[in-house]
């Protein structure tokens, strides 16, 4: 009868122990698992570009995408230099080859240069060893003009992935956007995209330019003062990117 009972007792104490055993694998299962999931989405976030700034700093940036033609590159230039304000042009590579001597201006008056792809073509679209070539290429042509250091990039038309953030990353180049688009390819006029802007203007945003917009060249004056009026600084967008907290 003795042994009967410890055999018993033995029997309870080893299926105690399977279940104890059970229960620490399956609890380190979920734990892997939350963890991979919790290092998916930062990989996820990490490869977001930036479309405004976390900053409390009142101070903006001005971009001005130039891809198609060089219309009005030299009236904008000389509006900024007698603002006293710099801004970031973004250029493609063929504009950076076609139209040498506007690229060579913009850096020479102390505004800043960002890549808009060699192609102004949707980098979507694009495998991997293409989207590499377009960065890179941009990038090469840009600096044996400039001898400027790239340090901003931007996808044509918005169109941005991991892929293309990566690859820029890779390059050494930050992926920037806009919060703001001022629409000026609409032909929205100088009130309009005062406006515009002032709706949603906040410390760390990036203002969306084009050097062809209908008004934007003689708008360019107004829109500065009106973000200088609401107590903003503007200045490029890499200095504004070393204001992230």
């Known amino acids: 009868m003795f042994l009967v009972f410890n055999k018993k007792k033995i029997n309870s104490y080893l299926i105690s122990m399977v279940t104890v055993i059970m229960l620490l694998a399956m609890s380190m299962l979920a734990n892997n698992k939350e963890y991979s999931t919790i290092e998916t989405s930062t990989g996820s976030l990490s490869s977001l570009p930036i479309y405004k700034v976390e900053t409390e700093i009142k101070k903006v940036a001005i971009s001005i995408n130039c891809s198609e033609n060089a219309e009005n590159i030299e009236s904008i230039i000389d509006s900024l230099s007698k603002m006293k304000v710099k801004a970031t042009f973004f250029v493609t590579g063929e504009f950076a080859i076609k139209y040498p001597d506007k690229v060579k201006k913009i850096v020479d008056n102390g505004n800043e240069i960002g890549n808009l792809s060699y192609h102004y073509a949707n980098l979507k679209n694009k495998n991997k060893d293409e989207i590499k070539e377009e960065i890179e290429s941009c990038t090469k042509e840009i600096e044996k003009l400039t001898n400027a250091k790239l340090k901003v990039f931007r996808a044509p038309y918005g169109e941005c992935n991991n892929a293309i953030v990566k690859e820029a990353r890779n390059q050494r180049l930050v992926t920037v956007q806009w919060n703001l688009d001022s629409l000026d ?35 360019i004056e107004n829109i500065i003062h009106n973000i200088q009026k609401q107590e903003y600084e503007i200045c490029m967008v890499s200095d504004l990117i070393s204001l992230q907290r």
Request: glycine share 12%; with cysteine.
């Open 185 to 219: 390819y609409n032909g929205l006029n100088s009130e309009e995209m005062c406006e515009r802007i002032n709706e949603g203007l906040v410390p760390g945003s990036i203002i969306l330019l084009h050097n062809n917009g209908k008004y934007t060249a003689d708008s």
